[in-house]
């Protein structure tokens, strides 16, 4: 037996935010990330729509990009103190990320780190609070999702929280938000989207619900994430419900290797974070190379390109993809992400617990191929040195 499942509403399209006015309860806890949607208004407008439906409200602020653990912790902290009945998380995939994870030990204060890392072992949440999440960033599609990545700064780490209990209970999909988005952020959070669609359709755990999603999420990123990087507004609008679309795909689907290596490169080089967005794209090319030896796998990544008006082969959609990431300025390899951030030393130094750590992500097991830490290793050095 499967199962697929999204929030109960999801409203989208300009004005949806407007939404906020119809929640019924008492206290709103708001999260968010680094100021920008103070700087635009957003914050201030979320605000006054939660007071128009009577609530009292709480803004937890500076949610950083790869929200960490001791962010959590302080965040489940402030609303223990404050007691929401509704939670608000509000800004990119980071804030809504962290928000989810907040709750889970709002409700349970006694739950460990270490427990949500089990997939789908959450404990059963709504006994305190409900959840509604405004993304402004056109990629994660975190606010229609099972997931939350939350990052063991210490370790090095990302961690994939899985399980449905975190499936927001309402999605607020405006694209006013989107809008804001510098072209950098607009082309790596496309890219993420892209390639949450793609390997939504190629998991072993694809079916007919998840697959209409996905190819339709593939379509219009194809379409409309060039001219959303150039700034066009009606452009943003159809990117914002195209991440959604693939968000609800992964969310069901699951994802693949891609994923884990994104997971697992993130964190651990100490020059600074590898994007998100940014990584899945560069690895995507590589790992469709990768999958293609598996037989399914490779008439999917054909369907795919046919539905682009592609040559029907992988070649003709690997080279279309690196074509993409050219077009948005994404490097080809991640010896050339940030002007060589990552040293070929540390690389090769850590490699090895990287690939076994990316094996070991939970993306891996719905992933189309089975790889082993030795072709792991490989698929990293190939990504790295662009081979």
Known sequence: MNRFTIPRDIYFGRGALDTLKTLKGERAMIVTGGGSMQKF?????VQQLLKEAGFDTYVYEGVESDPSVETVMRGAGAMRAFAPDWIVAVGG?????????????YEYPDTSFDDLCVPFHF???RTRARFCAIPSTSGT????????VITDYQNGVKYPLADYNITPDIAIVDPALAETMPPTLAAYTGMDAFTHAVEAYVSTLHNDFTDPL??????LINDYLLPSYRGDGSARERMHNAQCLAGMAFSNALLGITHSMAHKTGAAFENGHVVHGCANAIFLPYVI?????????SERYRAIARSLNLEPTVNALIDHIVSMNRALSIPAC????????????????????????AVADACTGSNPRTITEEQMEKLLRDCYYGE
């Open 334 to 357: 991640l010896k050339n992400y940030e002007n060589g951030m990552i040293g070929e030393d540390e690389f090769l130094q850590k490699l090895p617990r990287i690939a076994k750590l």
């Open 123 to 125: 404990p059963t949440l």
């Open 214 to 219: 996905a190819l339709h999420a593939i379509r």
């Open 41 to 45: 208004g957003f914050l201030e407008k």
């Open 93 to 105: 995939g980071s804030p809504i990320d962290a928000a989810k994870a907040m709750w889970a030990f």
């Open 141 to 148: 599609a975190t606010e229609v999702t099972a997931f939350s």
């Open 289 to 297: 190379r990768f999958n293609s030896d598996n037989g399914e796998a």
